[in-house]
């Protein structure tokens, strides 16, 4: 099978390694192109990938460029990841007619652009709200650590420094935790979080560093307490997979598909301040008396990069069938 994966952004984080995982297991059997922009390209250099410089999602260049690629190739499977190559897409169908698969990644106001799609995958039952075609949820995944647990020296949260991560109300709900805390990720909101830091003296309590390869990411796990998920929304998140699945406890916000894997007691409200303060006051100190041995095993069952492929892989194949 001819398959085609297209992504517009141009940082690398969770969506870009979840979709190098997935090519990853598929090139094994499968023959494999990347359409991306040149920033993130050599994330997948072991692919053929076809470099699309970033445009606006109304460039009729930008369309007419994925249409000539999609011309020429004649993929099995076009799988768009995101909003923006899901929009482009739908426009190019209109000329030329092709299997198309797309993923909502997130939690999106507006999902009529993943409507013109044969098929719609997304992370969470509340990823697919508003979605007509058909569709499925297919939960993220985590990738196995080979490092052993150490002993802790700070609480840790990940990802992209941007208002819908929450790390603003994080460090809000920090005044009154006497836990270090690490903050990985990297992102327009940096600078006005570090602004916030130094305004609620945390400074010797709280630090951010940059987006960190999965090699380095695990090693930071190994040495954390808990890790934290403060989102005010989210299609997975991924993170958590990877903490739970290498028996890293987590607090989160009630986000994605974390009701069906924490207790409602470990669970904030999202954007809510008061209810994220309380939950952190309530177990940070004290995380090691919270055992989450069951929830640890469940995620490494359920939730295995194996299991979650090989469903991508039967979309795709029940997509292909239908167009013989």
């Known amino acids: 099978m001819k398959i085609c994966h297209y992504l517009s952004s141009t940082n690398f984080a969770g969506i870009e390694q979840h979709v190098a995982e997935l090519v990853a297991t598929q090139a094994n059997d499968h023959e494999i192109t990347i359409l991306c922009n040149p920033e993130i390209a050599s994330n997948y250099k072991n692919f053929n990938v076809i470099n699309i410089k970033k445009a606006n999602r109304r460039s009729l260049i930008g369309a007419y460029k994925i249409f000539k690629v999609l011309q020429l190739n004649k993929f099995d499977i076009v799988h768009a990841h ?5 929009f482009v897409l739908s426009i190019v169908r209109y000329f030329i007619n092709f299997n198309f698969i797309a993923t909502v990644h997130g939690i999106k106001s507006n999902v009529q652009n993943f409507n013109n799609a044969d098929y719609v995958i997304g992370g ?50 920090w005044s009154s935790i ?12 940096k600078e006005s979080l570090n602004q916030l830091i130094n305004k609620l003296e945390l400074t010797q309590l709280i630090t951010i560093i940059d987006w960190v390869d999965q090699e380095e990411l695990n090693k930071l796990y190994s040495k954390s307490s808990l890790l934290i998920i403060s989102s005010r929304s989210e299609g997975g998140p991924r993170v958590a997979l990877e903490a739970l699945a290498n028996n890293l406890p987590v607090l989160s916000t009630d986000v994605g598909h974390m ?10 409200e999202p954007d809510n301040l008061e209810s994220l303060k309380l939950l952190l006051e309530t177990y940070v100190s004290n995380i090691d008396q919270l055992n989450q041995s069951a929830i640890f095993e469940f995620v490494r069952d359920e939730f295995s990069m194996e299991k979650q492929t090989s469903k991508v892989m039967k979309v795709y194949e029940n997509c292909f069938k239908s167009d013989l």
Do not use: C
């Open 82 to 86: 995101g909003s923006k190559p899901a």
């Open 124 to 173: 969470s039952q509340r990823a697919l709200e508003g979605i007509t075609k058909p569709s499925s949820v297919i939960y993220n995944w985590y990738q196995s650590s080979s490092y052993e647990k150490q002993s802790a020296t700070h609480a840790i949260a990940v990802g992209r420094l941007e208002k819908v991560k929450g790390f603003d109300l994080l460090i809000k709900s």
């Open 178 to 189: 006497s836990t270090p805390l690490l903050i990985v990720g990297s992102g327009k909101e």
């Open 259 to 268: 009701n069906i894997i924490l207790p409602k007691e470990l669970l904030a």
